[in-house]
Nanobody, 126 residues
Framework: QVLLVESGGGLVQAGGSLRLSCAAS????????MGWFRQAPGKAREFVTV??????????ADSVKGRFTISRDNSKNTVYLHLQMNSLKPEDTAIYYC?????????????????WGQGTQVTVSP
């Protein structure tokens, strides 16, 4: 059974920090690129960041560059994906999803991701 389970969301004041995690199991996710996307109310889902299979390469959306950091831990049966979010802004409020892409280069395209988690809510108050 494929599972991607996000955790760590919550309510934080502007300028604060949160650390999201995603536990991915049921496939050899250690060979997948892993990414974070987010969806704000009334808006389309958007790319946040992606990390390659071994953690050696990352790519960020301009809106989060310098504030967010993605990392991963490829343990034997479960891959743990993290998103450290600093200097949070009200516009970062969204549901955050982790996702896994099996093929290709680092990608920001939703269609390239094969598996998705259910999401975790992040709310940043002014």
């Amino acid at each position: 059974q494929v599972l991607l389970v996000e955790s760590g969301g919550g309510l934080v004041q502007a300028g604060g920090s949160l650390r999201l995690s995603c536990a991915a199991s049921g496939r050899t996710f250690s060979s997948y690129h892993m990414g974070w996307f987010r969806q704000a109310p009334g808006k389309a889902r958007e790319f946040v960041t992606v990390i390659n299979w071994n953690g050696g390469s990352t790519f960020y959306a301009d809106s989060v560059k310098g504030r967010f950091t993605i990392s991963r831990d490829n343990s034997k049966n479960t891959v743990y994906l993290h998103l450290q979010m600093n200097s949070l802004k009200p516009e970062d409020t969204a549901i955050y999803y982790c996702a896994a892409a099996q093929f290709g280069s680092l990608t920001s395209q939703i269609r390239d991701y094969n598996y998705w988690g259910q999401g975790t809510q992040v709310t940043v108050s002014p």
